[in-house]
């Protein structure tokens, strides 16, 4: 009987202990394909100032420190990457007091705030009043959701129309006019302006964090 009690025992904290499923390697939906491979940056390009802004930490792409961009340059499947109508998922955090972006069609510059492609903000308790999900001076909104929490982030971009969800609730619903040129001082957000992805690191008070980053090509 006593060995039937040290054996539950071992069972037990061998479940305690057992890897959360969490930890697991991340698996695409079916029809989305992994951007990110959890270990380093193969396929992203740091802008040409302070690179050490970024790195890969437990699984994640972390933002942390001064004014610096990460671009998607690697190749989708097999081919350069041209992400015009696509479904964009992936997981994003904030700490306190942090602001951040992810950017698409967009185009890698070495420095400066990308001038081409629109921003989806990220930033919950940031002093800036536009926070996380709204589109950056386009259809900008004011509620946010918590800090050091995990959420999903999704973009999605048919022909001229975005939309955005914050873990399944629709943010920002925008359909681009078609006599656009682009907001007040942001000529270069319209839609095509480029191509690609990118997350910024907006200051050195700012740490945002991303994982999980797959995207689907849409049609038209």
Not at 57 to 75: N, P
Not at 126 to 135: I, R
Not at 144 to 169: A, C, L, R
Request: proline share 6%.
């Amino acid at each position: 009987m006593r060995f039937v009690y040290l054996f539950s025992a071992l069972v037990c904290a061998s479940a305690l202990f057992a890897a959360d499923p969490s930890d697991k390697p991340f698996k695409p939906e079916k029809g989305f394909t992994s951007l990110f491979n959890g270990k380093d940056l193969t396929g992203w390009t740091k802008s040409k100032e302070n690179e050490d802004s970024f790195s890969v930490k437990d699984g994640a792409i972390v933002a942390s420190g001064k004014r610096c961009h990460l671009y998607f340059t690697g190749l989708f499947k097999g081919k350069p990457a041209s992400f015009k109508n696509f479904e964009l998922r992936l997981s994003v955090m904030t700490k306190p007091v942090s602001n951040g972006g992810i950017y698409f069609h967009t185009k890698y510059q070495p420095t400066g705030f990308p001038e081409t492609g629109f921003e989806v903000q990220v930033n919950n308790t940031h002093g800036d009043w536009k926070k996380s999900g709204g589109l950056y001076n386009v259809q900008d909104v004011k509620e946010s959701v918590p800090d050091n929490v995990w959420y999903t982030q999704t973009i999605i971009v048919q022909g001229k129309h975005v939309q955005t969800f914050i873990n399944g609730k629709k943010i920002a619903d925008w359909t681009q006019p078609d006599d656009w040129a682009g907001p007040k001082g942001n000529p270069g957000r319209v839609i095509g302006a480029g191509d690609t992805f990118a997350f910024q690191a907006h200051d050195p008070g700012s740490t945002t964090m991303y994982k999980d980053i797959r995207v689907k090509i849409l049609k038209p």
